[in-house]
């Protein structure tokens, strides 16, 4: 190539690299890459959330649904720009972290243990999960794990804890996939699991499981904490990673707990299932 021609080029690859650059801001204005747990997913409740929240505000949401420790891996790394997660010892290490901000409570459902109509283990009506696992592991009888340090993982990991119990063996297996996954491999083996109960409720149509160990939800007792499935948006650090986006990030977290989406919050599922899937609880105090 010639000098001369180089040179006659120069305005255009200026030209071109500045529209590059431009293009670029505006994605980064526009787009919001949420990382989330695969429940919001599963159960439906982003398909009905994020296209009002893109009409509302014209942002673009990105969604990575993975389990919540990816997800909150993805914010201690800067690699997304809201979270959406249901973990809260593990979201508090975060904030602490400085890796995020503007935690905010937005809704619960609850967790259960399902399996086969059968029930080998002979665990059905059982109101305590860590005995309820123990007769599992006692009986040998087959419980699909997540195993991919999702929420529900966690929350899986700390009732074999307090039932004294360290999993193993070829009764217990994991999945390393998403809760939807995870119920169906449960079903075609016949096997026991924990799951949220909005994922369970979405997919119950098509899985061989039953409900066989729950929290109370009559409204007469206390819900047993163990089985509670807390969630909380938070905002990645603009300060740790200042290319996030943070005008956007900080729209979706009021848009979350604002009243308008917490009333389609409180009443997503029940025109389907004769219930909630989850319970918004914005403005109110923590569990």
Excluded at 64 to 87: F, K, N
Excluded at 111 to 131: M, N, Q, T, V, Y
Excluded at 214 to 235: A, C, E, F, W
Aim: aromatic share 6%.
């Amino acid at each position: 190539m010639t000098r001369k021609l180089r040179e006659s080029m120069a305005p255009v690859a200026l030209l071109v690299l500045t529209a590059v650059i431009f293009l670029a801001g505006c994605t980064t204005k526009k787009d919001v890459i949420l990382a989330t747990t695969t429940s919001t997913q599963d159960s439906g409740l982003l398909d009905v959330l994020i296209p009002l929240f893109e009409k509302k505000t014209g942002y673009r949401v990105k969604t990575v649904a993975v389990g919540t420790g990816q997800a909150l891996a993805m914010g201690e790394r800067g690699e997304a720009d809201v979270l959406l997660v249901h973990a809260p010892e593990a979201e508090l290490k975060v904030v602490k972290s400085g890796a995020a901000v503007n935690r905010q409570l937005v809704m619960h459902n609850d967790f259960i243990i399902c399996g086969p109509e059968k029930d080998p283990a002979g665990i059905r009506g059982i109101s305590s999960a860590p005995l309820a696992f123990e007769k599992i592991a006692k009986a040998g009888a087959l419980f699909i794990s997540r195993g991919d340090d999702s929420g529900t993982h966690k929350k899986e990991l700390e009732i074999w804890k307090e039932a004294g119990i360290t999993p193993g063996g070829p009764w217990y297996q994991e999945s390393g996939t998403g809760m939807g996954q995870t119920l169906n491999i449960a079903s075609e083996k016949g096997g026991y699991v924990l799951t949220d109960r909005a994922t369970y409720l979405a997919l119950k149509k098509n899985l061989n499981l039953v409900i066989l160990v729950q929290s109370d939800r009559t409204g007469k007792h206390s819900p047993d904490k163990s089985l509670l499935n807390i969630y909380h948006v938070m905002q990645v650090n603009p300060e740790k990673f200042p290319k996030v986006n943070t005008k956007g990030a900080k729209a979706f977290v009021d848009f979350m707990v604002s009243p308008e989406t917490q009333k389609i919050i409180g009443e997503f599922g029940v025109d389907k299932f004769g219930e909630p899937l989850f319970v918004p609880d914005a403005g109110k105090p923590e569990f």
